[in-house]
């Protein structure tokens, strides 16, 4: 089952993101992750979403979700080249005797701290998936105590030379 | 400029897109509506339950071939609708329901007859909208009704709160909407079409497939040319019944569970199968992997959703079914194909062997047996009536032995299934076609379920006819048990019933009853014949099953012959 990453533009409107989520539920289709914010466009919000199936199953996804009205426009990034970014908040004990190995962690995945009290730090980590899954494999042992992530957004490589769309 | 009420905007913008019928039922928060409703000429038939109008309004575009429309309160109105939605939505049919709701400042507030029907029917809709600005009116509704009638049709709901439709807004007539997002295909790709020509050529062995969207898109006559360049057989899902004459020498008869030998064989032995504005439901595959195993397929739909979701195709063709058909035709010519009778005449031949060897058969003997009921039905109507259905047993007797020459004729809930639809189609249809007998072909269990649209039917003069097959059971689900649940008949038997018959004529309407063969031919006359709405019961066999049937799961051509 591979991983798809499609990224809509879908009409700012109240009830889209429940078409797109009840069209996964309703078909038995699973979201991974999902992000959504506006655009430049105040009219117009992307979507991104991180789903997995096969080629008949993501084929049947894509346009199922084309076919919502209140789909502008769907990309598949998969295939193409693509810049891909997630975030995570992580909250971490932080007692003396692992302060400092924290901080290396935190220096050597670029990451900032952006919370510290006597006992935690509250780090931000951006990266894809996996550099995500490599500072958590690290920072678990030490005890995480909790996490948010926004889940993937990404966006295709332009081709060099060639002008997009501004959204 | 004017300044008009929302309520007089929504008639505007009715009168606009032509309607000239509604189905409804008042509540508290429509009253402004149906007050303004009846200041125009738009006729609104009263019905006795919103499941009914949502129905009507189904059969009434269905019979007529433009948009139906329906209108209800909020809260239970709503909801009632739902069933409707659901199988218009399921078979592609043009409807807009208008319901009230409560007003913008209460939404939220679980207030009296409130209930989020925009959420609850956003997957049984095409689209739907809540409407908060009066402004905002006129173009909603213009765009439920382009969505509801282009591409793949289907239902659109407009939800209108109270004090949207009693405020105040500018006026002008808005054009036809253009909408960025929604742009459905029509034309048909013609690289598609030449591939499809290709493997026209080489078949031995084509059939025909056609749907509901050849009904649809209006493209009986282009099949009816298609099939007869290529010599090729032609079956039908349900839907399609009447995209192509039943009484042509190339008819197959109907596809799928309950379709006939010859049909499910030839799918069974085709080299080419051409699917035009079908969907590939389980009901017409049975078990996908033996689904048409010898077999290209070249699958023409509108809809992309349709293509490659249940069967994988080899050539699919998304576009509007008549384009797609007079494109294949036009190639057809231009490459001076020429396909004669005496080319098919092997295949032909094994497919009239199918048909004499095993056709749709019955035994008429003592007791009423259903598909006489309808094989007399469709010999005193020549074929001329509009046929509605409920759902089971009737049903498939409706489609196997009426055979239907045109489209538009056999109005049916096909993907949903859905039991009380028949009679309120039935009268939706009437009102679109005031001169045509329409019939509907019922069962005794699925007639109870809207049978309070007797009172509709009566008080609008709506001749409607109503042939209930009562063999007091739930008689498909009982087949179901006699064949694979060891005659257990848990929660099937419906001795318990009303006299149909007495019924009727305490509704005002004519009453009568067959208990013998002798008696289904005059009073199927005498009911057909009568001025006023009809209903006629007719005590069949009771424990009689629709054949062939192919077991759930089980390869088409595994067929249970009797």
Redesign the interface.
């Known amino acids: 089952m591979k991983k798809h990453i499609i990224s809509l533009l879908v ?1 700012n409107e ?2 889209v993101l ?2 797109v989520s ?2 996964f539920s ?1 078909r038995g289709f699973n979201i991974e992750s999902l992000c959504v914010a506006e655009t430049l466009d105040f009219s117009v919000s992307r979507i991104t979403l991180v789903t997995r199936g096969d080629d ?1 199953v993501a ?2 996804i894509k ?2 979700l ?2 919502l ?4 426009k769907l990309s598949d990034l998969t295939g193409v080249e693509y810049v891909e970014r997630e975030m995570a908040l992580i909250k971490v004990n932080a007692k003396t005797d692992h302060r400092a190995e924290i901080l290396r962690i935190v220096d050597i995945f670029r990451c900032n701290v952006v919370d510290v009290t006597p006992t935690h730090y509250t780090i931000e980590a951006t990266g894809t998936a996996e550099k995500l899954a490599a500072i958590l494999s690290l920072l678990k042992p030490i005890g995480i105590k909790e996490i948010a992530r926004t889940g993937a957004i990404a966006l295709a490589r332009e081709k060099k030379g060639k002008a997009g769309e501004v959204f | 400029m004017k300044t008009l009420t929302g309520a007089q905007i929504i008639m505007s913008v009715l009168k606009q897109e032509g309607v000239d019928t509604i189905f409804g039922f008042p509540g508290g928060v429509v009253i402004d509506i149906f007050d303004e409703l009846s200041r125009t000429d738009i006729k609104h038939i009263l019905v006795r339950h919103e499941q009914g109008a949502a129905h009507a309004a189904d059969g009434y575009a269905r019979a007529k071939g433009s948009v139906g429309v329906c209108l209800g309160t909020s809260g239970p109105g709503a909801t009632n609708t739902v069933s409707g939605l659901a199988s218009a939505y399921m078979d592609s049919i043009p409807v807009v329901v208008l319901t009230g709701q409560v007003p913008t400042a209460l939404i939220g507030n679980d207030a009296f007859q409130e209930v989020d029907i925009v959420g609850i029917t956003r997957p049984c809709t095409k689209h739907n909208y809540l409407v908060k600005r009066t402004e905002d009116l006129a173009r909603v509704l213009r765009e439920a009704f382009h969505i509801a009638r282009s591409g793949r049709p289907g239902p659109v709901l407009v939800d209108l709160p109270k004090d949207v439709t009693q405020g105040k807004a500018r006026y002008e007539p808005l054009p036809e909407p253009r909408m960025p997002s929604y742009n459905p295909t029509y034309k048909p790709n013609v690289k598609q079409l030449r591939r499809a020509i290709e493997l026209i050529k080489g078949a031995e062995k084509p059939v025909i497939f056609s749907g509901g969207g050849v009904i649809l898109s209006g493209a009986s006559k282009e099949l009816t040319k298609f099939a007869k360049k290529l010599h090729a057989p032609v079956t039908a899902s349900l839907m399609g019944l009447g995209s192509f004459p039943g009484t042509d020498p190339l008819w197959l008869g109907m596809l799928g569970m309950h379709g006939t030998y010859r049909a499910n064989m030839a799918i069974g032995a085709c080299d080419l199968l051409i699917g035009i504005g079908v969907r590939f439901d389980d009901r017409v595959t049975g078990k996908v992997e033996t689904f048409a195993p010898n077999a290209k397929i070249i699958h023409i739909d509108i809809d992309p959703t349709s293509i490659s979701k249940n069967i994988p195709v080899t050539v699919p063709i998304v576009g509007d079914c008549k384009s797609a058909v007079k494109g294949l035709n036009s190639l057809l010519n231009e490459e001076k194909v020429k396909i004669t009778k005496k080319n098919r005449k092997a295949w032909l031949d094994r497919i009239e062997e199918w048909k004499s060897t095993t056709p749709l058969r019955y035994k008429q003997k003592d007791v009423i047996k259903p598909q006489y009921v309808i094989e007399k039905l469709y010999e005193l109507t020549k074929g001329q009536a509009i046929i509605t259905t409920e759902v089971g047993q009737n049903q498939m007797w409706a489609a196997q032995y009426y055979h239907f020459d045109r489209p538009n004729c056999f109005i049916t809930s096909g993907g949903l299934g859905c039991m009380g639809f028949g009679f309120p189609a039935a009268i939706g249809a009437q009102v679109a076609c005031p001169d045509k007998l329409v019939v509907d072909v019922a069962g005794d269990g699925s007639i109870q379920m809207n049978i309070q649209e007797l009172a509709t039917a009566v008080q609008y003069k709506l001749p409607v006819k109503v042939v209930i097959l009562n063999n007091r059971y739930l008689g498909m689900v009982r087949q179901w048990q006699q064949l694979f649940y060891e005659k257990r008949y848990a929660a099937t038997d419906m001795k318990y019933a009303p006299d149909f018959a007495r019924l009727a004529e305490s509704y005002g309407a004519l009453g009568l009853k067959a208990t013998k063969p002798r008696e289904v031919e005059a009073v199927l006359k005498k009911g057909l014949s009568s001025p006023g709405p009809a209903f006629m019961d007719f005590w069949v066999a009771r424990e009689e099953c629709v054949y062939p049937m192919v077991p759930a799961g089980a390869a088409i051509t595994e067929m249970l012959l009797a």
């Open positions: 009409d109240p009830g429940a078409r009840g069209l309703g008949a084929e049947q346009k199922q084309n076919k009205i209140n789909v502008v």
